[in-house]
């Protein structure tokens, strides 16, 4: 079997580097960056998390997860809601207000950067990216680490 040669190509980090330049560039004045962008685009309006589910969703640390939603908190964004014996998150109305506006400068971002590519293109793409992400779960089951990689 025949591997990618990933030295030819932009890694995934300095894609993602690229899209929060971007994003970041939209988000000047919010008081936002593109990494606290992605606690509000993961809270969908209506749900409840856990900072350990929210983690999880966002894919960092239970550690960064408690500062940065203590951030969004301080902004009025999220708020803390009981949740059987524990306490969710949730957006508030405010941050459902400010997570409609970043969730469309995310999308903006990634028209930007998949714009010449046809739906075929973008279909295929997905595809490679859910088996990638299906091996690397693998990987993770198999080797008893609570660390899934989303």
Same mark, same amino acid.
């Given at each position: ?11 995934? =980090? ?15 004045? =919010? ?60 957006? =508030? ?24 590519? =046809? ?32």
């Amino acid at each position: 079997m025949r591997a990618v040669d990933f030295r030819n190509y932009k890694k995934p =980090t300095e894609v993602k580097r690229f899209i929060d330049t971007l994003m970041n560039e939209k988000l000047k004045g =919010t008081g936002l960056t593109a990494s606290t962008a992605m606690f509000l685009i993961e809270l969908d309006p209506g749900l409840v998390l856990t900072n350990k589910e929210l983690a999880e969703k966002v894919g960092v640390t239970m550690a960064l997860s408690t500062r940065v939603t203590r951030q969004l908190q301080e902004m009025g964004l999220i708020e803390n809601k009981p949740r059987g014996r524990s306490c969710g998150i949730r957006l =508030t109305p405010k941050g459902e207000n400010i997570r409609a506006t970043v969730t469309g400068y995310a999308e903006e971002c990634l028209e930007y950067l998949f714009s010449d590519f =046809t739906d075929d293109e973008i279909e295929l793409m997905e595809m490679f990216y859910n088996r990638i992400d299906t091996r690397i779960d693998l990987y993770y089951r198999g080797h008893g680490s609570g660390a899934s990689g989303k």
